[in-house]
């Protein structure tokens, strides 16, 4: 099946520093890919989806400076977090769909945990 | 997007069926219903996908009445590991903004 890998699984930073999260769907080419956060003990919140090659489009409430996509590459997506605080904290989850599969079928990564001090 | 209504938890003992409803009221013709499974600290995973009738696979049963305003996510057997927490997603093909609800949250019981 279709394999999504987050990198790091866990990270802790100080306030204010920049922390990047990858990405990658390691055996399908994924031209579509999302970005996810999730607080405890709720769902998941769409951030934003990236299509290789040109800007993210952003969901309303989530600062596109702050959050910084790239989607360089058919297989690899990142998420920076700029200058990252407490409130930040948080699981951050990316997928990736297929051209093929069932209809609006995403393939999730494992999760990043960011915890900031 | 047609948002989705389903119970916040639920118990179940080992070795029974389960059935998650979700309502979805405002369900559009095209739209597919989609139903992901998550553990705790990992990404969801998909389940089972249908449009109507009842679809079927290895791990559970999707019913969806001819209105289509509702579905039913049935597991059978359940066991220890299938403690998690089930969405119930609606959308058409192709759709973006896939709308994660609350989910329901189903704890197995030994």
Known sequence: ?117 | LAKTTQPISMDSYEGQEVNITCSHNNIATNDYITWYQQFPSQGPRFIIQGYKTKVTNEVASLFIPADRKSSTLSLPRVSLSDTAVYYCLVGAPGANNLFFGTGTRLTVIP
């Open chain 1, 1 to 117: 099946g279709a394999v999504v890998s987050q990198h790091p699984s866990w990270v802790i930073c100080k306030s204010g520093t920049s922390v990047k999260i990858e990405c990658r769907s390691l055996d399908f080419q994924a031209t579509t890919m999302f970005w996810y956060r999730q607080f405890p003990k709720q769902s998941l919140m769409l951030m934003a989806t990236s299509n290789e090659g040109s800007k993210a489009t952003y969901e309303q409430g989530v600062e596109k400076d702050k959050f910084l996509i790239n989607h360089a590459s058919l297989t690899l997506s990142t998420l920076t977090v700029t200058s990252a605080h407490p409130e930040d904290s948080s699981f951050y989850i990316c997928s990736a769909r297929t051209t093929g599969g069932y209809y609006n079928e995403q393939f999730f990564g494992p999760g990043t945990r960011l915890t900031v001090l």
